[in-house]
């Protein structure tokens, strides 16, 4: 089935936010933010702004009617400045304008003054000072204490994790419009309806049954929608609410760089032991995750960090600490991976440092310590229907792994400006949200008299072909058309109480919802059938929009009378027979218990490999990635089109974050890198050649139609990149021992291929 948005989305006439028609009397909104890290405000002189024509207000914390704080998991965010501010681009005030560019210019006619206090912009030095967002954690087994003594290697570093901005196409967007009786309808461009819903309700002091969230899709999240939506639906909603006129916020590129927290940066310590027969014993680790300046979703977001800590590979003791650290960045979040591909970029890092010390390759290590069914992970979940053995098996027979390192080995010895690096992976990813409460989902189905469907769930859209895969559910469910399906978009009063659509498990949990819901409808329309056709309803059988009796086989019968599903439809109608039903799921099965942190957290495991080549160029420190060659467990596949769009879409965003992008921050505080020419992402004629395999079984009961998870998973295989480019590096300089940091950049590849200590 193709993506039901190709033909409006390539003809631009795909509706975002800001290409809904203007409501008359909209207000723009400029956000007034801070330029300074950490400090007091003293004074805002904001005379000259307000007498601006076309100005018609200027809002601040204390014209909030309801809370102003939008912290979700720890109430520590305000919506707008009191008083105080804790990064550059703190939001102290929302100009209300007839056009975006008067309030842009009238933001630059306020003038504010500061009392500035010490900054911290390090994790570790958060960490000195106790500025935590929570107690550390841990998550163990074994006992790591004693097991240095049965190693023959054991190695101890540091590793360096850089950030990533989001840069979805569409910048954090919201448009409020006042309803009757006090009622307001937020369009938000966000991947947690119900969370937007609640927190606008709570910042006006509502309650939630006047606040209506719609979603009809987003250009693109990542995970930056997930909780950041949630201010520019308040400020949206706030500037209605006080103004009784619709009120929209759209970001400015440059804004929305400055003001939106980015994929966490993590400085790492560990210390990792082996047996010379390539046994990873031991491994003790400590993240330090720099949160930014308010908690929004780091706590959860350093549990998946300590959940992945060993990948794909058993480590019989393990003890990796979390520690979630407060600096004075604008606050960390969510990004495809959620803190998981910096704990995998870790255990890799120490597996290709041990490598070099040892007579074993990196990809010898690597199998070596792969996890096995029945092997207990550190916290505590029992390995079933691992493939990744497979799958590697997979990748050797279709790429050589050694046989590649070979090839190249002997390529380095005749070439020297050029030099190649090829590195494998496995990758182990838990699908789940890891807080329990979250794996719910609805979903509500009409069925029209003309035999026409519309379907909602609580999952949104954002380029990732969630509705399309909806639409796919129910019309494979009915069998009927899809073009008799209609989504529509995501609505509170339709769906209420949803998830955010995150997690890789939007597509379970809502399909589920809707395979609850529609078997509802199937079920009364088999009986209504049965008396039609005069047969017991489990006889009954709807196949491609016909319904009739099934034969020996199961199939339908052609022999015997049948009926149009439109027929039986307006048959239903007339009997006065409900067609329409609400659908419920909540995965089976899950549990963790936070105070020994053991369980059983994740419904089943996405696995993947892959092999990455690079050339370096060792005049200029330039490099291509040639190809990446993937053998990935999509189970029972479900739609090649879009599982193929998140493979290379994920891959590519993947080695963006480990090959070119690159924050910059000035000593102040401040984002340089806030343009994209000072930011570079990946484009197309940076793209790899990406050989795609896809292994398909059926194994896997907890994915809708037993498919599995596909949204974030293929973020990881860019880690392979930097590990094979590192290869290339040591081919030219074999005396780089620097430090394990990512992105490393063409810059810092450069540096490294000259360098001759670990300075
Ligand atoms: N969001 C969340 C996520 O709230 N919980 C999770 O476990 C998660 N995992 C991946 C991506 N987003
Ligand atoms: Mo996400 S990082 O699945 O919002």
Redesign the pocket.
């Known amino acids: 089935m193709k993506n039901i948005d190709l033909y409006s989305h390539v003809r631009g006439e795909s509706i975002y936010i800001d290409d809904m028609p203007l409501v008359a009397g909209t207000l723009h909104i400029v956000i007034l933010y801070s330029s300074i890290a950490n400090g007091i405000i003293l004074n805002i002189d904001d005379k000259d702004a307000k007498s601006i024509d076309g100005v018609h207000s200027i809002i601040y914390a204390r014209d909030i009617p309801g809370v102003n704080q939008i912290g979700n998991i720890f109430p520590d965010e305000p919506l707008l400045a009191n008083n105080e501010v804790h990064f550059i681009g703190n939001a102290i005030g929302l100009i209300l304008a007839e056009s975006p560019e008067i309030g842009i210019h009238a933001r630059s006619c306020v003038k504010i003054e500061y009392e500035e206090k010490p900054a911290v912009f390090d994790p570790r030095e958060a960490y000195e000072k106790d500025f935590l967002i929570q107690p550390p954690r841990t998550f163990e087994n074994g006992d790591v204490d004693t097991i240095w003594d049965s190693c023959d290697l054991v190695i101890e570093d540091t590793v360096e994790i850089g950030g990533q901005e989001h840069l979805y196409l569409e910048t954090q967007a919201s448009y409020a419009i006042p309803q009757e009786a006090g009622k307001l309808l937020v369009h938000s461009s966000t991947q947690s309806p119900t969370l937007v819903q609640k927190i606008v309700a709570r910042v006006l002091g509502l309650s939630m049954n006047f606040v209506e969230i719609d979603v009809k899709r987003m250009g693109g999240a990542f995970?930056g929608k997930?909780d950041q939506a949630n201010a520019y639906a308040c400020m949206a909603a706030l500037g209605s609410y006080l103004s009784n006129k619709p009120a929209k916020i759209v970001l400015s590129r440059h804004d929305d760089m400055h003001l939106t927290g980015k994929r966490h940066p993590y400085s790492v310590d560990y210390k990792i032991g082996m047996t010379n027969n390539g046994k990873i014993l031991g491994y003790d680790v400590t993240f330090y995750q720099d949160a930014g300046a308010s908690a929004d979703?780091s706590t959860?977001i350093i549990?998946?960090t300590l959940f992945h800590a060993a990948n794909a590979y058993y480590i019989p003791n393990l003890r990796a600490l979390g520690i979630s650290a407060r600096t004075n960045f604008h606050p960390h979040t969510?990004f495809?991976?959620?803190g998981?591909p910096q704990a995998v970029f870790t255990i890799e890092s120490a597996i290709h440092k041990l490598a070099g010390k040892s007579q074993f390759t990196y990809s010898q290590l690597q199998e070596i310590n792969l996890m096995k069914d029945g092997d207990e992970t550190h916290y505590g979940q029992i390995m079933e229907n691992s493939t990744i053995s497979t799958l590697w098996n997979k990748l050797d027979d279709k790429f050589s792994i050694r046989q590649k390192e070979i090839e190249i080995e002997e390529y380095n010895k005749t070439n020297s400006r050029y030099k190649k690096g090829v590195a494998a992976f496995p990758l182990c990813f838990g699908i789940?949200?890891?807080?329990i409460m979250?794996n719910q989902a609805g979903a509500l189905i009409h069925v029209y008299q003309d035999g026409s469907v519309a379907i909602s769930t609580g999952g949104t859209e954002m380029g990732q072909g969630l509705q399309t895969r909806m639409v796919q559910v129910a019309a494979t469910l009915f069998s009927i058309s899809y073009e008799k399906i209609k989504i529509e978009a995501t609505n509170t009063t339709r769906v209420a109480n949803t998830s955010?659509s995150?997690?890789?498990a939007t597509a379970d949990l809502n399909g589920k919802a809707l395979e609850n819901a529609a078997n509802k409808i199937i079920k009364r329309l088999k009986t209504k059938a049965g008396l039609i056709l005069n047969q017991p309803e489990d006889q009954i059988i709807i196949k491609n929009g016909i319904v009739g009796v099934m034969d020996s086989n199961g199939e339908l019968d052609r022999d015997h009378k049948t009926l149009e599903w439109d027929e039986l439809i307006i048959q239903s109608y007339l009997s006065r027979i409900d067609l329409s039903a609400h659908g419920f799921y909540q995965t089976p099965g899950i549990h963790f218990d936070s105070n020994i942190e053991k369980g059983h957290p994740f419904a089943y495991y996405s696995f993947g490999t892959c092999q990455t080549e690079v050339t370096l160029d060792t005049l200029r420190g330039t490099f291509i990635v040639d190809t990446v060659n993937v053998v990935h467990d999509v189970g029972k596949l479900m739609n090649r089109e879009l599982d193929l769009g998140q493979l290379e879409g994920g891959i590519v965003q993947g080695l963006g974050w480990t090959l070119m992008e690159e924050l910059k921050y000035l000593d102040d505080g401040r984002l340089a890198s806030n343009t994209f020419s000072a930011y570079k992402i990946p484009d197309i004629s940076f793209t790899p050649e990406m050989n795609i395999d896809m292994y398909e079984h059926d194994d896997n009961p907890m994915g809708i139609f037993r498919s599995k998870a596909i949204g974030?998973p293929p973020l990881f295989y860019g880690i392979s990149a930097l590990f094979a480019l590192k290869n290339a590096i040591s081919a030219f300089n074999p005396s780089n021992d620097s430090t394990y940091r990512l992105p490393l950049t063409p810059e810092r590849a450069l540096m490294d291929l000259y360098r001759s200590d670990n300075s």
């Open positions: 995970g997930e979703l959860a549990e998946r969510a495809r991976g959620f998981a789940s949200f890891t807080k979250l955010p995150a997690a890789s974030e």
